[in-house]
């Protein structure tokens, strides 16, 4: 572990052109299956970035998986996302260099607080710090979404491969499920209810694809980075608001419908003040439902991860048991769309 | 011939042990991982139970009687994926109460292992 702390030190004192880096603290931090991220805390002297300074170094796990964005890539995105002026951690040095630490890394400033999900859902926040949260939130998402194709950087993105983001999103889950094998009906009803129901399609814009409670740093009551960034897509704008308010990640507070902090309407409202544009609740609601048929589609990739062998994992292994709840929730949410509750 | 006490009961038994003396003394990673354990062995437990009580064959027959109903019969196919292919070839009306009742059978049987905590009163 400390040889690879000083790696560290020493390619980040080159980079801020440091003359000494002295460690001050190093740990691996939780979260993440498929990347490390160490926190790393530095005495720097001289150079950009003098004084005692708190990092993080994200790098693939040594069993990484090429399912979602490369490090490279994910640099790229944060860095488009903090120009942008999404809270993120800003997004310092990419080291593509192998010899290096072994592995493919990027250097980005730490935030403060914490992404437990769990701790924020409980905890005792007053009605108007939960508006003020999730207006927040709306209004990150509204900045992020002024990111529009195409970008020089982030030509690596696929653009939808129909006018449609959802009707792309629906084929590509029906692959999904043909590739899995195992029957899920309810699944294949959910589809064909997404391909009848699908809103006309708002403007493509850069989707973080993965903005849920548990994904951004809190410290208190004050939202400090936006986390997580390979997922990201260009995508309509409601999939993003569609992710955060599905019943997966309410963590038990179902009748707080973003993210199990607050209500959707105050993060409509946040999203309104930043980019003008009134989202559709009702395009935001039909995106719940996709969301509930990707989270499904992810859960049975990772248990097929795990009986494969790719990857055995007890976590896994659970994660593909939860999908009968995902299940359950889309017979719900949809009659309830229906019945207009 | 399998010995007494049957695997539902040493299963019972090893869980309680892992939940009351085990877990209490671990943090951390640790006792996460215990948890899992305790969840894992929970739903296997759970699945023997729903064999005793003639799962997962009573479902298989209600989503086969459903399909007969509407003339399309299972041959040699278990019934869950012929249901799963007719929906996505739109052989059925996706608004059929009765089609939803199944579906929910379905998913209600499962959850019954998975997470029982997840079923509505």
């Known amino acids: 572990m400390s040889a690879l702390a000083d790696t560290f030190s020493t390619f980040i004192a080159g980079q801020s052109g440091a003359r000494s880096a002295r460690v001050i603290d190093f740990d691996k931090l939780s979260g993440g299956a498929i990347q490390d991220n160490f926190g790393l805390t530095l005495e720097l002297e001289g150079g950009t970035r003098p004084g005692i300074q708190e990092f993080v170094v994200r790098q693939d796990a040594p069993s990484g998986v090429a399912e979602s964005l490369s490090r490279p890539q994910e640099f790229r995105v944060l860095e488009a996302a903090f120009k942008a002026g999404v809270t993120t951690p800003e997004p310092l040095w990419l080291c593509e260099d192998t010899e290096i630490s072994g592995q493919v890394f990027y250097v980005m400033t730490r935030a403060a607080g914490s992404a437990s999900p769990r701790k924020l859902v409980k905890a005792d926040f007053t009605e108007e710090q939960r508006r003020n949260i999730v207006r927040r939130l709306g209004a990150e998402l509204a900045r992020l979404h002024t990111v529009k194709p195409p970008q020089e950087s982030l030509q690596f993105l696929a653009l939808p491969d129909s006018d449609n983001p959802a009707l792309s999103r629906v084929a590509l889950y029906r692959r999904y499920l043909e590739e899995i094998g195992e029957p899920h009906p309810v699944l294949e009803w959910a589809l064909n209810w997404l391909e009848d ?20 740093m809190m410290d208190d009551d004050q939202l400090t980075a936006v986390l997580d960034w390979e997922f990201a897509a260009w995508s309509d704008p409601c999939e993003d608001l569609g992710w955060l308010c599905c019943r997966s990640w309410r963590f038990g507070r179902d009748d707080r419908e973003a993210g199990g902090i607050g209500d959707k309407q105050d ?25 509930l048929v990707r989270w ?46 | 011939m399998i010995n007494q006490p049957e695997s539902r009961d040493l299963l019972t038994e090893a869980r309680q042990v892992l939940l009351d003396s085990v877990a209490p003394e671990l943090a951390g990673e640790r006792k996460y991982q215990a948890l899992m354990i305790a969840n894992a062995m929970g739903m296997a437990i759970r699945e023997l139970e729903q064999r005793e009580q003639g799962e997962p064959e009573e479902t298989d027959q209600t989503v086969r009687a459903f399909l007969a109903e509407r003339s ?50």
């Not at chain 1, 992810?298 to 292994?317: T, V, Y």
């Not at chain 2, 959850?111 to 997840?118: F, K, T, V």
């Open chain 1, 197 to 216: 129901h699908a809103p006309e399609p708002g403007p493509t814009v850069l989707c973080h694809c993965d903005f849920r409670t548990g994904n951004y």
């Open chain 1, 267 to 291: 993060l409509l409202d946040g999203y309104r003040e930043v980019s003008g544009v009134g989202l559709d609740p009702a395009a935001v609601s039909y995106w719940e439902v996709m969301a």
């Open chain 1, 296 to 341: 499904a589609m992810i859960a049975l990739q990772q248990a097929g991860r795990h009986m494969s062998g790719e990857q055995r994992s007890l976590e896994l292994a659970l994660t593909g048991r939860m999908v009968a709840q995902m299940e359950i929730d889309l017979l719900n949410q949809i009659e309830e769309l229906e019945d207009g509750r």
């Open chain 2, 72 to 121: 399309l019969a299972v041959t040699s196919e278990e019934a869950e994926p012929a249901l799963a292919r007719v929906i996505r070839e739109r052989g059925l009306d996706g608004a059929d109460p009765a089609l939803r009742a199944v579906l929910r059978r379905l998913t209600e049987a499962r959850l019954r292992i998975n997470n029982p905590g997840y079923l509505k009163p």
